[in-house]
């Protein structure tokens, strides 16, 4: 009889241990994940490490058993747009790309108000594929690679252009392939000017000559890579310009921007956004480029009639995305503001760290040389943070659209809470990636 007694009694103990286990884990963790420098203040570095290192092994290895790379984990938010307001009739469109599966993926046209599709286009990303690859084409892309379709634009036809990262794809309006260019790898973002022109910032499969280092130099084992700003007819898929962005600041005298602090990487540019100026504003012109070089953490305003550059900026934004002209004197930028570890370093264990606990949305005025964050109060309050990737834009109304892309969601808001959110379910686990949305007029 004593014999199952003390089997009830060590039952009971490691019932009651569990239970205040779970208790104690949970909070540890809160701690880490939702407060600055990772809770290191609240529980010790070497307990806020563990706790990082066991929860990366563990969502790693779900995501390798059960699902691909492109989903997350959410068992929260319902599938769609969900309102915390009861208006939104003022809202513009939204375009977005996401896979559902492998070969797999949906672009949609949605009206914010009332969360209906408006148009849909499915690729066939098969032939998409095959179209892309050339034997000239890296390492990384893999003959009959399931590709991704990123920030598509929309035309007025109807029709769109997307980026498959190695390729640059138009659909028309019934979904089917108009053409494909493959001449280099098209990554990171895609706009469009009044001429229906895409620029797009990419990479030349070439490693190319510069003035200060070695032709095709290998870089802690890799190549340097050439990040060049693209034109392409938005008409016939040619290519129109394909610039250098090293070459760019050597003609303009701003290498040494780039090996200054005597240290370089394989990827010392990170070029993730070209922005045309649509009209003249007072301190550019309409054809103006802002470019977003995220390794250096500076937005360059770029003349392409005369190949200069008449303005730049470092910080404080940090590893930004997405700057856009806004009215005439002022320019928006999304600043992931995270520090990454150098190559072969293990500072940061993570590899990265953000500055100031989420990311933020900056203004610059050059009238009157000021940065403001006008919408600190939101981002803090929804804890927004994207380490990497992006995307946001003042909306007429005065509102925002805000793409945490490294959590797949959408969130609209004024400047202290959110009106409303969207993402696109898989299953009661998992959300898809949003591969860049767009707000379209």
């Not at 039952?11 to 884990?25: A, D, R």
């Not at 098969?126 to 690679?145: C, R």
Request: hydrophobic residues 35%; proline residues 3%; neutral net charge.
């Amino acid at each position: 009889m004593s014999y199952f007694k003390n089997r009830i009694r060590h039952i009971i103990i490691i019932i009651l241990g569990l239970f205040f286990y779970t208790i104690l884990l949970t909070g540890v963790s809160r701690a880490v994940f939702s407060t600055p420098n990772d809770g290191r203040n609240l529980v010790g570095g070497f307990v806020s490490d563990l706790v990082i290192k066991s929860s990366d092994i563990s969502k790693n290895m779900r995501l390798l058993l059960k699902k691909p790379d492109y989903l997350f984990y959410n068992n929260t938010d319902k599938d769609g747009f969900t309102y915390f307001t009861e208006d939104m009739s003022s809202y513009p469109k939204l375009l977005v790309s996401f896979k559902e599966g492998r070969f797999n993926t949906k672009v949609q046209l949605l009206d914010i108000s009332s969360g209906e599709v408006v148009k849909e286009w499915i690729p066939d990303g098969k032939q998409i594929s095959k179209l892309s690859y050339h034997e000239g084409q890296p390492k990384e892309f893999t003959k009959g690679a399931d590709l991704n379709f990123g920030h598509p634009v929309f035309l007025k036809d109807s029709s769109i252009v997307f980026h498959t990262g190695f390729s640059l794809v138009k659909l028309n309006a019934k979904s089917e392939i108009e053409w494909v260019n493959n001449e280099n790898m098209f990554h990171h973002s895609l706009e469009a000017d009044e001429d229906g022109h895409i620029y797009a910032t990419g990479s030349s499969a070439e490693a190319l000559f510069h003035n200060y280092m070695l032709d095709s130099i290998p870089i802690h084992g890799k190549k340097l890579q050439e990040n060049i700003l693209i034109k392409v007819d938005g008409k016939t898929g040619k290519t129109l310009l394909a610039k250098s962005i090293i070459g760019l600041l050597e003609e303009n005298g701003l290498q040494d921007l780039i090996y200054k602090n005597g240290y370089l990487t394989s990827d010392p540019i990170h070029l993730n956004d070209v922005q045309p100026a649509l009209t003249d504003g007072d301190y550019w012109n309409k054809g103006d480029l802002l470019l977003s070089c995220r390794s250096l953490s500076i937005i360059f305003l770029y003349r392409p009639e005369t190949n200069k550059i008449i303005w730049y900026k470092q910080g404080p934004w940090l590893s930004q995305h997405d700057p856009d002209f806004y009215g005439t004197k002022s320019i928006v930028v999304f600043g992931n503001d995270v520090i990454f570890n150098a190559p072969d370093s293990y500072v940061l264990k993570r590899g990265y760290h953000f500055t100031n606990s989420n990311s933020q949305v900056y203004v610059y005025n050059f009238e009157k040389d000021t940065t403001t964050t006008p919408f600190s109060r939101l981002f803090k309050n929804e804890a927004i943070k994207t380490h990497t990737q992006g995307r946001s834009e003042i909306l007429p109304n005065g509102d925002i659209f805000i793409e945490e892309t490294n959590s797949g969601k959408i969130i609209f808001g004024d400047s202290i809470k959110k009106k409303a959110t969207f993402v696109r379910r898989i299953d009661k686990e998992f959300i898809t990636a949003l591969k860049w949305g767009r707000i379209v007029y």
